[in-house]
Structures are given as structure tokens and as C-alpha cells.
């Protein structure tokens, strides 16, 4: 599968079944904002780099785990427009893994848009809140209002970019059999 055609059906998809896919991802989502915030608020009064790197890992790690939930959730979607949810962790990580053996092109194409609409999303209203510097060195003990809209818009980039990312990996990886484990091709 081309990057074109993964782009052009993850979109499809998260028209044709928006409902169910945005509710799976705004549930991971509001999940991972519980240890998303509770690492920020470790470093919120410690301007040390160090620790604020080590605070981004910890985000990326939650966030990857949240994209390979979701991912897994929706292996059926092309298929029965079902979200299932038990066994999604396995699912999403064999569905990963195939989508990036399969087609490295899309699965980058996916995670670059995906990133491109995440950072519009969440970008501006973090830098009109913390300050350019803010939002690229720690945070500096920000006011709970900047804090809050800086964590509300990185929720809403979650919830907007995740369910694309996990499509683009669900079409690429192919057969959503192959991920059931109800037969091999």
C-alpha cells in the first residue's frame, strides 16, 4: 500500500465510523493524561533540563503505549466498523510491527501528518500560554491557567491524531485476520 492510499483510507475510515473510533481514542486519551499530568507536575517547580528530558521520555513512552492501545482497538474497524478493545495491547503491537515491515514509507507518512496536525493543534495555544521557552525547556512553575490550556490542547491533539496514526497502521499491516489469529496468509 502506497502512503497515498494509506492516508486516503485511514481518512475514509475516520469518516465513515467517526463515532465509535473518536470514542476508543477519547477514552486512551483521558487515560493517558493522568500519568501525562502527573509527570509534568514532578517538574513543575524544578527548571533542571535534565529532568524535564527525562519527564519527555516518560511522556513518549505513555503516549506510544496509548498508540499502540488504540491501534489494536481498531484492527476491525476497516472491516466490521467494530472497535474491540479486549486483547488490544498484543493486537496493535503485532499490527505495528507488520505495518512498519510492510511499509516503512506510510507508516512515516502517517506518523509526519500526524505530527504535523498534532503540533497545529497544540502548539499556538501552548506557546500563547507558557511562552515559546516554556514549551521547549521546563516548565518553570507556569500558572495553573497556562498549565491548563497547555494540557487541554495536548489533549485534544491525542484525541484528534491517534485514531489516524492507528488506521494508517491497520490498513498498511493489512488482513485484520492475521491479527485475530484466525488464519495466516
Known amino acids: ?7 486516503r483510507g485511514a481518512l475514509t475510515l475516520l469518516r465513515r465510523h467517526a463515532g465509535r473510533v473518536y470514542a476508543a481514542a477519547l477514552a486512551v486519551t483521558l487515560v493517558n493524561t493522568v500519568p501525562d ?3 509534568q507536575l514532578l517538574v513543575y517547580r524544578d527548571p533542571s533540563l535534565l529532568d ?3 519527564v519527555d521520555v516518560v511522556g513518549f513512552t505513555t503516549g ?9 482497538a ?8 467494530r472497535v474491540r478493545t479486549a ?3 498484543a493486537r496493535g503491537y503485532a499490527t505495528a510491527l507488520r505495518a512498519v515491515r510492510t511499509s516503512p514509507a506510510a507508516v512515516l507518512a502517517g506518523v509526519v501528518l500526524g505530527g504535523g496536525v498534532s503540533a497545529l493543534i497544540t502548539l499556538p495555544p501552548s506557546v500563547a500560554a ?3 521557552d516554556g514549551v521547549l525547556g521546563p516548565l518553570d512553575a507556569p500558572s495553573a491557567a497556562a498549565f491548563t490550556v497547555a494540557t487541554v490542547s495536548d489533549v485534544v491533539a491525542s484525541w484528534v491524531t491517534l485514531p489516524f496514526l492507528a488506521l494508517v497502521l491497520v490498513l498498511v499491516a493489512g488482513s485484520t485476520r492475521r491479527f485475530a489469529g484466525k488464519g495466516r496468509a
Open 74 to 81: 481498531l484492527t476491525e474497524v476497516p472491516v466490521s466498523g
Open 87 to 89: 486483547g488490544a495491547f
Open 130 to 132: 507558557l511562552g515559546a
Open 1 to 7: 500500500m502506497s502512503p497515498a492510499q494509506a492516508v
Open 37 to 39: 499530568v502527573l509527570r
Open 52 to 54: 524535564a528530558l527525562l
Open 64 to 72: 506510544l503505549l496509548a498508540q499502540v492501545w488504540l491501534t489494536g
